[in-house]
């Protein structure tokens, strides 16, 4: 079975920190999806990343690929209260299709 | 464009009944795949349609059960409702079936008591 670990599970900064969330899975993803959800709504797409080692920036936020396609990380600069909700990283089976989510980290950005 | 929408967004019953879900896609989009979403086990895969035919399957008992329309549309169905049902069910659509990018609905909150 696929698992993809996110850690921290809660985060609760204040503004202006930096902060990091990691997914890690001890499988081999075709690639990655970063979603953002906020209370009441469904997740919204960040990023997609499929070559290992890759990076991509979407203005404070910065996502990288493993090497090995096994793990990823979220990185926020400056983390503003507008940051704040669910971040949900999911793997994609090249085997069985679907996509496996992981637990989610809950950030709490703080004025 | 306009997203995915579903129908209803929030809905109550009671232990025993039956529901069923609505899902639109996005315009264009073939594939729809449903998601369960609860605090304790997260979001869980629940099946995906594609061109009318259902391709993957998660781990959910035989009450739970979908069908994709030949306009995209989506329905899902749990009957014998149990506590336990109580969650947000998440529907996204996407161009091509086992596809990694997915687009989500707002979700049903359903509540069973």
């Known amino acids: 079975t696929q698992l993809l670990e996110q850690s921290p599970q809660f985060l609760s900064i204040q503004e202006g920190e930096n902060l990091t969330v990691y997914c890690n899975s001890s499988s081999v993803f075709s690639s990655l999806q970063w979603y953002r959800q906020e209370p009441g709504e469904g997740p919204v797409l960040l990023v997609t990343v499929v070559t290992g080692g890759e990076v991509k920036k979407l203005k404070r936020l910065t996502f990288q690929f493993g090497d090995a396609r096994k793990d990823s990380s979220l990185h926020i600069t400056a983390a503003q209260p507008g940051d704040t909700g669910l971040y949900l990283c999911?793997?994609?089976?090249?085997?069985?299709?679907?996509?496996?989510f992981g637990q989610g980290t809950t950030l709490q950005v703080k004025p | 464009k306009a997203g995915v929408t579903q129908t209803p967004r929030y809905l109550i019953k009671t232990r025993g009944q039956q529901v069923t879900l609505s899902c639109s896609p996005i315009?264009?989009?073939?594939?729809v795949s449903w998601y369960q979403q609860t605090p304790g086990q997260g979001l869980q895969f629940l099946f995906e349609y594609f061109s009318e035919t259902q391709r993957n399957k998660g781990n959910f008992p035989g009450r739970f059960s979908g069908r994709q329309f030949s306009n995209s549309r989506s329905e899902m169905n749990v009957s014998t409702l149990e506590l336990g049902d109580s969650a947000l069910y998440l529907c996204?659509?996407?161009?091509?079936?086992?596809?990694?990018?997915?687009?989500f609905g707002p979700g049903t909150r359903l509540t069973v008591t």
């Open positions: 996204a659509s996407s161009r091509q079936a086992s596809s990694y990018e997915q687009y």
């Open positions: 315009s264009g989009h073939r594939s």
């Open positions: 999911a793997g994609a089976s090249s085997n069985t299709g679907k996509l496996i």
